[in-house]
């Protein structure tokens, strides 16, 4: 019997079931097509049917078979159709025998597949499972490392809040120092008593009685050298030569130039009962202007050292503020239950209490995590409220978080988190301002330059102008120097905007682009407008121009020192007396010179009607934000100079 060899070659990246079938496929002789004789073999004698119905195909000759054979012909045909449908069923599945020797060739061959695919299968187990050991202990040294590096932040941050805390310990020690050394030296509250209750009243401390001492003795010194000048002027001899001739004429004519007659000496007569004083000596005319020039220039001494002492007095009271603040702080700060440096939220510690307000307290932290400085505003909820206003008091403080959050602007307090303390108390955490707020430094200044003052009202009108382009827009509504913080400490640097706690959503805004007010009666009167004011039927009609006019108040402040309505009058005086309803125009005083620029956009802002007030866009376009140079090129364009020469000193004394 005729053996067909197969030739296999394994592989390890070919799936068993796709080699099985190949090797049988190829290990299958491939036999000579069936002679049809064999395969009719099993249909029956089909071959003869096939004879059968060509002989009956052919012609016959006679009439004798011709009827038999026209019965017969349907039957015939028949049996011919099935025989032929059965040969084809055949022949499209012919039965392939294999021999004994080709089934044992074949299961050997499988075998041995088998055995190598088994082999080449536990190898490549073998190669998994020490890969998976490998990435197994990456895994685990990678989870070791990561628990020394944990270990190790934690290390550091321990380490971190340890040095704090020493550091922040021994600044609060200095500072107790230097307070009670102020209290000496600058002044203190002193208990005193008022009628039946005793009050804290300010008592000055020793350098301010030094320069009242100072100007004390300046003061009588000037008292005598005035005493002295008004006497030397009633000794004043002739100083002209017409005296001086009309002296020696009047001597010529036989008046003797006695100096006790003339000055009434001393010697009895007969008329006189007491013995008259003898006058000073007349002065000559050198001794005279030598004597009044000495005057003169100790005068001029006693001026200049009086400025510096006004000097001198300004500078302590402005260390005063510094130390009546401080004075605060530090007693807040030992009333706190924050103060043995708490870390709240795990991640921040409290240092230092920068301020207190009613109900909240803001402290100087570090967030250990991110590694640098923060304010954290702790609101206090007060146990003894009623539920009504405690939710109300939340429900501000949420929509303050939910106004601020969404806010990103270089001019604008950032807010990085908000956190609950316990049932009443939560923490919102700000971005920290190392400066004073824009309120302190006008205490301590009084006005400002009108260069500086512009500064800081640019940088106001851009952050309110990024509230005003917000879908929807964000009114302010509690704009004031206290929220104006000073990130260098003075107004030459960047301001930035704080406190959004009065903030209003312009979301049902009408046509107008204005919201009702539902919070009347809150925020600081000075900055607020009149229609704020206006009590009726229904709820005033608010937009953002109450920032603008805010804003123009504050600019007024800053340039003379005063606010331009109420300036003395506490907030019930404005309440009482309906102040700002009747601040229908604001006055300049002569003093200090304020440019016209500046004066149109205080007017503009200070507009009694708020259809008639600029907003905040008009604000960002106004001259007094304009460059020099920019204003001198428009001015250029639109009257062109005559000559070369006149256009180029133009353009020489621009500032661009």
């Known amino acids: 019997m005729e053996t067909n060899e197969v030739v296999i070659t394994t592989a390890s990246n070919v799936p068993a079931g796709v080699l099985i079938s190949n090797i049988i496929t190829s290990s299958i002789p491939v036999l000579p097509s069936v002679p049809n004789e064999y395969s009719n073999l099993s249909s029956g004698g089909s071959m003869s049917n096939d004879r059968d119905l060509e002989s009956a195909e052919k012609p016959l000759v006679g009439v004798k078979y011709s009827k038999s054979l026209e019965r017969k012909a349907p039957r015939k045909r028949k049996r011919l159709d099935e025989q032929r449908q059965e040969r ?33 299968y536990r190898m490549e187990l073998a190669k998994k499972d020490v890969l998976i050991e490998e990435l197994q202990r990456t895994i685990d040294d990678l989870k070791q490392q990561a628990i020394r590096k944990d270990r190790r932040v934690e290390a550091c941050k321990e380490t971190i809040k340890r040095l704090l805390i020493e550091q922040n310990t021994m600044e609060r020690k200095q500072a107790k120092a230097k307070c009670m050394e102020d209290c000496l030296r600058i002044g203190q509250f002193k208990p005193t008593r008022h009628r039946e209750e005793f009050r804290e009243m300010w008592s000055d401390g020793w350098a301010f009685e030094e320069i009242e001492k100072a100007q004390q003795k300046i003061t009588n010194e000037r008292n005598e050298i005035v005493n002295a000048s008004q006497n030397l002027r009633k000794r004043k001899p002739a100083n002209s030569l017409r005296e001086i001739k009309r002296a020696s004429s009047s001597s010529n004519d036989g008046f003797l130039p006695s100096t006790s007659t003339a000055s009434g000496s001393c010697s009895l007569t007969s008329d006189d009962t007491f013995a008259r004083p003898e006058l000073p000596k007349e002065l000559s005319f050198q001794e005279y202007i030598e004597q009044d020039e000495i005057y003169r220039l100790r005068k001029e001494h006693l001026k200049k050292e009086e400025s510096e002492l006004i000097a001198e007095k300004d500078r302590l009271e402005r260390e005063r503020n510094l130390h009546i603040r401080e004075l605060k702080r530090v007693q807040y700060e030992e009333a706190s239950r924050y103060k043995d440096h708490e870390l709240l939220n795990k991640r921040y510690l409290l240092l230092s209490l920068l301020g207190k307000g009613g109900f909240s307290e803001v402290w100087r932290a570090f967030d250990l995590d991110e590694n640098k400085t923060v304010a954290c505003k702790i609101h206090h909820v007060n146990k003894e409220w009623k539920e009504d206003k405690k939710a109300n008091y939340v429900k501000h403080a949420m929509r303050e978080k939910d106004i601020h959050k969404t806010l990103d602007h270089p001019r604008i307090v950032r807010l990085f988190d908000l956190f609950t303390i316990d049932n009443h108390s939560f923490c919102t955490v700000l971005e920290y301002c190392d400066g004073n707020d824009l309120d302190f430094y006008l205490k301590q200044n009084k006005q400002i330059p009108e260069k500086e003052a512009r500064s800081i009202i640019m940088q106001v009108v851009s952050a309110l102008r990024y509230l005003a382009e917000k879908r929807p827009p964000i009114i302010h509504y509690d704009l004031k120097p206290a929220n104006i913080l000073l990130q260098s400490g003075t107004t030459s640097g960047a301001i930035k905007i704080t406190d959004f706690g009065l903030s209003k959503v312009m979301d049902d805004a009408d046509e107008g682009d204005s919201i009702e007010l539902t919070s009347q009666g809150a925020g600081t009167y000075w900055y607020l407008p009149p229609e704020t004011f206006v009590v009726g039927c229904n709820p005033p009609k608010i937009s953002s121009k109450v920032d603008v006019w805010s804003v123009g108040v504050i600019f007024y402040q800053c340039l003379y020192g ?34 016209m620029a500046a004066q149109d956009f205080i007017r503009r802002c200070l507009q009694y009607r708020k259809e008639e007030r600029a907003d905040v866009f008009e604000l960002s376009r106004h001259e007094l934000f304009r460059p020099r140079g920019q204003v001198i090129f428009i001015f250029a364009y639109l009257n062109p100079p005559s000559s070369p020469s006149a256009k180029n000193t133009r353009f020489e004394d621009a500032d661009f």
């Open 88 to 120: 084809k069923i055949t022949e499209c599945f012919r039965v392939c025998f294999f021999s004994y020797r080709s089934i044992n060739i074949l299961q050997n061959f499988i075998l041995g597949f088998l055995k190598e695919y088994q082999f080449h």
């Open 562 to 595: 005063r606010r331009p309505f109420g300036h003395e009058q506490t907030q019930q005086k404005i309440l009482e007396e309906n102040t700002i309803l009747k601040a229908t125009e604001v006055n300049f005083p002569a003093k200090p010179t304020v440019s």
